[in-house]
């Protein structure tokens, strides 16, 4: 078995010996191979390497939007990988927040209407309250704006506000600053920062130097394998 060599303790997320194969005609793309991971809460861990390593993969594993065709995805005790589409589905809406690059707001519903959604897909009625929350990220007064009217940098913190509104225990993002300018940047890894001082286990997939720095920990990944003399562990 191949590990990354992360671990920590009280754990919200465990990915063990993650194995990922695609198909395209007679290739095989070996996407992840062996890959494993531990998240506690309040930890930010970030993944990186080369285009085409395997972050994207892993990420999708890990939030269950993909099954890895090895190895397990636990979440709270809770398995999420070989899991029914449905009981997939469930435990993303209930327990994982999805942050991409490209927007995760659907363009035809206000910021204020994408939240009330979200909330309703996952048949939340306590939590946090919408209005509540884009306050505290700074955008409260672009509520009923379109999504496409947003600026990048409020663009990125109504992101964030889909992918926390239903207080996930983990927070997925891929790539979430790719597209900011660096004071934006900052912004965003300074509220996801903030997220897991309250407890969310974070990671967060990029090439960003300054993310990199940022995590707590980082995973390199190379082929779909973790690189260990890169990997930076918890100082
Ligand atoms: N649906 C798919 N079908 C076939 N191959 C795929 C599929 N998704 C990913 N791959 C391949 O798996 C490998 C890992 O891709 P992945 O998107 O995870 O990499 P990445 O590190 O996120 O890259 P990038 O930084 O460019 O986003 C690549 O070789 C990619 O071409």
Redesign the pocket.
């Known amino acids: 078995m191949i590990t990354s060599g992360l671990r920590a303790a009280d754990p919200v997320m465990i990915a063990e010996n993650l194995y990922?194969f695609?198909?395209?005609g007679d290739e095989e793309?070996?996407?992840?191979q062996g890959v494993s991971l531990t998240v506690s809460k309040g930890e930010v861990v970030a993944?990186a390497?080369?285009?085409?390593?395997?972050?994207?993969?892993?990420?999708?594993c890990l939030g269950g939007l993909?099954d890895p065709d090895g190895g397990t995805v636990r979440i709270d005790g809770t398995r999420m990988s070989r899991q029914p589409e449905a009981i997939r589905a469930r435990l993303r809406r209930e327990v994982v927040g999805i942050l991409y690059q490209s927007s995760n707001l659907l363009p035809h519903l206000s910021v204020i209407d994408n939240l009330e959604l979200v909330r309703r897909l996952a048949g939340s009625t306590t939590g946090i309250d919408p209005t509540q929350l884009l306050d505290e990220l700074g955008i409260g007064h672009r509520a009923h704006a379109l999504p496409a009217h947003l600026s990048g940098g409020e663009a990125a913190r109504a992101g964030v506000a889909v992918a926390v509104v239903n207080e996930p225990r983990v927070l997925l993002a891929?790539?979430p600053t790719g597209e900011l300018d660096s004071g934006s940047e900052k912004r965003l890894l300074a509220l996801l920062r903030q997220r897991a001082t309250e407890g969310l286990a974070v990671v967060v997939?990029s090439?960003s130097p300054v993310v990199l720095r940022w995590a707590d920990r980082v995973l390199h990944?190379a082929d779909?394998r973790p690189v260990h003399g890169l990997t930076r562990e918890a100082s």
């Open positions: 990922r695609y198909h395209a793309v070996l996407a992840l993944v390497g080369p285009s085409g390593s395997g972050k994207s993969t892993l990420l999708a993909d891929d790539e997939a090439h990944l779909g």
